[in-house]
């Protein structure tokens, strides 16, 4: 198969396979190699190799050339030539056709059946014997796209941090079964684009969709063994190719140009885009892994080995490691992440096991490492929204707090304070006074502001909200590991009956405590995410950790009972009321101070009995019962014109104890009224005027109160 074309020498920019117009240029960056092919496939059947050539010139370690008239939908592959000294951390292997990281996107999909490892199986030198046989049969090739799309006038919304609701999806598991979404698009990003998906998320009033993984994945053989797939995509094998299997035409490249009317889609409707990404480990595992792309082409670069340099380091629990401290390896990830904004038009990207990004050295954290300070100078990236996952499975990954501005945090601290309060542990309050009002102990120091703080009470990985209290242990029989994966301390509490029940005053409880939660969430400050389904009791019957369940398990119900309506209802009430509320949506932390000559001060906490509390009522054990009022004239920064932000003030009562709970409601001042707005004991009530006094709370509640009208005193 030697090469009968003209290969010009071309340039080592920008890399990957890119149509000009006139033909393709390919660049691939390896400094170990010693020689790169590359191998083109039929496209009738993408397992025949129809042509090769060499790539011949080589700058600065990168290989380069230029193919005349190569047009896009040509698929092709990599074959890199150099050492196999993997005790020297090198794995370069020809027989292994290799994706190219840079491949805008794939066709096929890994075939665990063909050699694609790098070393035979069943040698008893395992990977440090080089296996010599072909493996492009089992492997996906990259397409050579263009990137024409028209995209009209569409462009970055740029909502603000402080106005931003994030709705955490699954492209296949929001769309399967919605009756609204034509049959042929469900599971798709056209089904995510649809007319009915977007009327329910502008209706529930969310601002974000943040998808899980849609880079190019590769499912895991041992879940292919056991029937199972890599249904949320942490596996990723390409990070700038759509994955190709949400897209609703199989055809080479079909997924780029529906990802893209997708995101069109979306931004017309006012919705922004957030990808979750995985940049801290790929598909390619262990020592013991595949060679599929980044292994067979500069393994020591991109991966972080150990002094040996035969095994990894580990940090994520996947088995191996992206070096981010490697210039090279920095560059690819500023590359691809700029890619998806510039090319994608995505508004920003949720980084999975964010500590792996800013490990240096000898694999220590540090706030400061090369990519956070390539990526906050970047005058593309420094403007989107950037989200750590602050935490990795290493020697002090646990970084809550720990990430330099402007990136924001997944707040772990905040989950956990909330389920510990609502089910009634002892010893809350002061953390839950914290979590609800910002965060300041984790972000005011460093001057980060309160949106900084993510604030969530479930993610995809977890219990649903729904399972959060009907479950108190994890439920994870069908996912084959014998109940052995997933977390076991969920700070889950079932109402007092494990599973599903007919008993209508436990089923009263759950539903009661679902709105604690989400209320909970909706009246702190930072920036609120749920995932979805949860806004109308989606069930995952207490698997906590369904990442293989490709099925009805793991797929949103759309047929809605009269009390998911109910919950759905209460959950858009509460999203709207929130964005009408400017002192829930505070850019700096409070002071418990009059601000502005105000009647209120910002912030204050009170007993139920309406005594301002003080720093020994913080210290009791057994305080489950607590209030606190906003001031809305009370709000220290300046709209976008400098004028003064003046709104409503906020009495939330919160009742965590078992019992009904007598709150005083305070007086206010000449023509001032409190007006309850939800009252979680009864979805029902609302907008109502209350009369000073007391407030009978019940068992396990929340109300909120908006001042209404005149002047006011304070309590």
Same mark, same amino acid.
């Given at each position: ?53 060499? $790539? ?179 596996? *990723? ?24 009317? @997708? ?11 957030? $990808? ?29 080995? @150990? ?18 401290? =490697?210039?090279? *390896?920095?560059? %690819?990830?500023? #590359? ?7 090319? @994608? ?5 949720? %980084? ?108 995809? #990985? ?7 209290? *009907? ?16 977390? #076991? ?39 609120? @995410? ?14 906590? =950790? ?13 047929? $809605?009972?009269? *009390? ?24 700096? %932390? ?12 910002? $912030? ?50 919160? =009742? ?48 909120? %109160? ?10």
């Amino acid at each position: 198969m030697s090469g009968k074309r003209e290969i010009w020498p071309g340039k080592p920019w920008p890399r990957g396979a890119t149509f000009d117009g006139s033909g393709t240029n390919f660049a691939v960056y390896s400094q170990v190699a010693t020689r790169v092919e590359v191998c083109l496939f039929d496209k009738a059947d993408p397992t025949k190799e129809i042509e090769r050539f060499d $790539l011949p010139v080589s700058t600065e370690f990168v290989w380069h050339g230029y193919v005349p008239d190569l047009e896009p939908g040509t698929l092709y592959g990599l074959r890199v030539h150099g050492p196999y000294e993997p005790e020297k951390g090198h794995r370069c292997n020809p027989h292994k056709l290799l994706v190219d990281p840079y491949a805008k996107a794939l066709y096929g999909e890994v075939d665990w059946k063909q050699p694609v490892f790098g070393y035979p199986l069943e040698h008893p030198k395992k990977d440090l014997m080089r296996d010599e046989r072909d493996s492009a049969a089992g492997m996906p090739k990259g397409v050579v796209v263009s990137d024409f799309f028209d995209w009209g006038n569409d462009r970055r919304l740029d909502i603000p941090w402080r106005k931003t609701v994030i709705y955490e999806a699954h492209v296949r598991g929001l769309t399967m079964k919605h009756p609204g979404v034509p049959e042929h698009q469900r599971g798709t990003y056209a089904g995510l684009g649809s007319p009915a998906i977007i009327e329910h998320l502008q209706k529930l009033g969310v601002t974000a969709v943040e998808l899980l993984p849609v880079h190019e994945f590769a499912d895991d053989s041992f879940l292919n063994d056991k029937g199972l797939s890599n249904f949320w995509g942490y596996s *990723t094998l390409n990070y700038f190719s759509p994955e190709q299997r949400y897209a609703s035409r199989k055809t080479p490249g079909g997924a780029v140009a529906e990802f893209k009317s @997708m995101v069109k889609s979306l931004h017309a409707a006012g919705i922004e885009v957030i $990808l979750d990404v995985v940049y801290n480990h790929t598909c390619e595992g262990n020592h013991l892994g595949p060679t599929l792309s980044f292994k067979g082409i500069d393994n020591a670069s991109y991966y972080w080995t @150990m002094p040996e340099a035969r095994h990894y380091l580990d940090f994520t629990g996947c088995g191996n490691s992206i070096n981010t401290s =490697n210039p090279q *390896t920095a560059r %690819f990830v500023v #590359d691809s992440l700029r890619y998806w904004v510039e090319e @994608m038009h995505v508004d920003g990207f949720r %980084f999975d096991l964010a500590t792996v990004l800013g490990r240096v050295g000898k694999g220590g954290y540090d706030p400061n490492a090369p990519i956070f300070q390539i990526i906050n100078q970047d005058p593309v990236l420094s403007r989107v929204k950037l989200i750590a996952e602050p935490w990795d499975v290493g020697l002090g990954g646990y970084q809550v707090g720990g990430f330099p501005s402007p990136w924001h945090e997944w707040n772990g601290k905040y989950r956990d304070a909330l389920r510990k309060y609502w089910k009634g542990d002892e010893n809350q309050a002061s953390e839950v006074g914290y979590r609800l009002t910002g965060s300041a102990d984790l972000f005011a120091a460093a001057r980060r502001r309160p949106q900084a703080s993510i604030n969530f009470v479930t993610a995809h #990985d977890g219990f649903t909200l729904h399972d959060l209290v *009907t479950y108190s242990s994890k439920h994870n029989e069908a996912n084959g590991e014998h109940n052995r994966d997933g977390a #076991d301390d969920n700070q889950a509490w079932n109402c007092g009956v494990e599973g599903e029940t007919d008993d209508k005053a436990i089923i009263s409880l759950r539903e009661r405590q679902k709105r604690n939660l989400l209320a909970s969430l909706f009246m702190s400050n930072g920036v609120p @995410m749920i995932v979805a389904g949860d806004e109308m009791g989606r069930t995952q019957k207490g698997n906590n =950790n369904a990442y293989c369940q490709d099925n009805e398990l793991s797929w949103v119900d759309w047929n $809605l009972d009269p *009390t998911r309506q109910d919950m759905l209802a209460f959950t858009r009430k509460l999203i709207h009321f929130r964005h009408g509320q400017p002192v829930l949506q505070r850019r700096r %932390f409070f002071q418990g101070e009059h601000l502005w000559n105000s009647e209120h001060k910002d $912030l204050a906490w009170y007993r139920p009995d309406g005594t301002e509390m003080g720093p020994e009522d913080w210290q009791k054990p057994f305080v489950r019962s607590l209030a606190y009022l906003l001031g809305g004239d009370a709000i220290p920064t300046p709209d976008e014109r400098g004028q003064r932000v003046s709104g409503d003030s906020l009495l939330v009562l919160l =009742n965590a104890h078992h019992d009904t709970v007598p709150f005083k409601v305070p007086p206010l001042g000449e023509g001032g009224v409190w007006v309850l707005e939800l009252y979680t004991a009864d979805d029902k009530r609302g907008d109502e005027e209350i009369k000073p006094g007391s407030f009978e709370m019940a068992g396990r509640s929340l109300a909120v %109160f908006r001042k209404s009208g005149g002047s006011s005193s304070s309590l």
